[in-house]
């Protein structure tokens, strides 16, 4: 029998706000321990806290970026459980009114999108060494009470593949969007999988695990991937999954059991009464509205309606640094210069020498590398030509028409007379292969051109060489 | 009628330690408690929202504005013990997180 992943997916990610969601506190990450805290993120007793506006708005734009309906109206809930992470013995959340439900992102529905405070952060101390016994920790508490958006995904993703496909169209969004940096080793972007199979053509949800806290794309896919493996085996072998909390340990690829009892999930929630409703305005929605910029699925679609292919138009879009080049170069107003052909030197040429780097910060400037693409449609230069003289844009910046010129890298032109002979040399250099070519074998072409790039220090075009050859012996 | 087990459930949840006098006694007031909520529940509440709030408020925000935090020594004066600059506590079983 046949299984099948069926995944959904639970993000934290971290809002980008100047101020923490509830006090007056920093939210910046990291800082000296203790030194972003106040009553309220401490959990003092007698304070009040007060909703940050930003939070709310930068959660409405990504509600808005994921399709979701916005409630009119969201409220705070307490989630009570015990954790030294937690001063107050609850965390300020959402539950039955979250800020909103359904809509899509790309081709995974969501569930809902809630507001959250984020707990301190625990180090254990015997880690550090300098503490004796490894049975106490340290708590700092500037990561309580950061701002989090929870997105919960519906179970629509098949694949670890998809897993982390998906999670990085939705970090390309909230990169977009502004409203979070998306870093994962800082723990900006934290994601936990629920995981289960069941028969290829079933309908029916099997039993699923939790995959907790994963703080890579990499170890993500490797987890679900690990997870699924031994749930596959397990159910092979006659067992059954039992419903738990996992962790995957991406250095040995094992996974453990957060055994926790199961007292530990009566959240009793109730109604934050410190903390009035969010009525979400017309005004509000529109100002959210207004200030969305075009977002990356957006974008692929709009890439693609111009021409270019779907592999292309993804990376450009989803890579929005590198979707910014490739537009500032086809503005760059050469009319010479294909589309789709532009785009494969971008994220081909420019992308394999550039690396993950921002383009826009290279010395390669977009109408270079637009003129560079258009002296190779012109003919001015061949594409092995056009290559060394990127490299030389890339090393050092500049004209492309310039070093072409300085490097007597310009293409023979076609009608040249100058190939001619060139031609005639290299077939009778490499009689045997003129021979072969004439009964038939035009894989014994390359041995000519290859002769005439040597000759021509590869400034002739190779459609030309092979018109030449093919018309010299008569074919 | 709360019975011991719920009491003795509910007091793990909230970290008490009770007596067997006082699960007992527990019992006893919590039962009663919940008797007044039935009462209320015999009313007939079709089509009323729950109340969260007696006023109708909404919109309570601050601006995104950061305001000085406490000094650490201030943030630090009701730990039970400090080390390295944090708040040091036993470290909570492993696997505990219920989060």
Redesign the interface.
Known sequence: MDYEPVIGLEVHAQLLTQAKIFCGCSAKFGGVPNHHTCPVCLGMPGVLPVLNKKVVEYAMKMALAANCRINGECSFARKNYFYPDLPKGYQISQYDEPLCRGGHLGDVRIHRVHLEEDAAKLVHAGASGRIHGSDASVVDFNRGGTPLAEIVTEPDVRSAAQAREWLTLLRTTLRRLGVSDVNMEEGSLRCDANISIRPVGSTELGTKTELKNMNSFRFIERGINAEVARQEALLRDGGQVVQETLHFDPRTEAITSLRSKEEAHDYRYFPEPDLVPVATSVEMLAAARDAMPELPAAREERLQALGISAADARQLAWRTELGDYFEAALASGNSRVGVQSLANWVCNELVARVGEDDPNASKVRPDALAGLVALVAAKAVTVGNAKLVLDRLVAEGGDPAQIVEAEDLGAIAGGDDALEPIVDAALAANADAAEKIRAGNMKAIGAIIGHVMRETKGRADGAEVTRLVRSKLGL | MIDREQVL?VA??A?LELTDDEVGRMSEELSAVLGHIEKIGELDLDGVLPT??V?E??????????????A?AV??ANAPAV??????????Q??????
């Not at chain 2, 080390?83 to 909570?92: I, T």
């Not at chain 2, 492993?94 to 989060?99: F, I, T």
């Open positions: 459930h793990r949840l970290r969260t709030h006023v408020v909404s919109n309570a925000l601050r601006s995104d504005v950061v305001e000085p935090s406490l650490p943030a630090l080390a390295d600059g944090g708040f040091l506590v036993p470290s909570p492993a696997g505990a997180d219920p989060s």
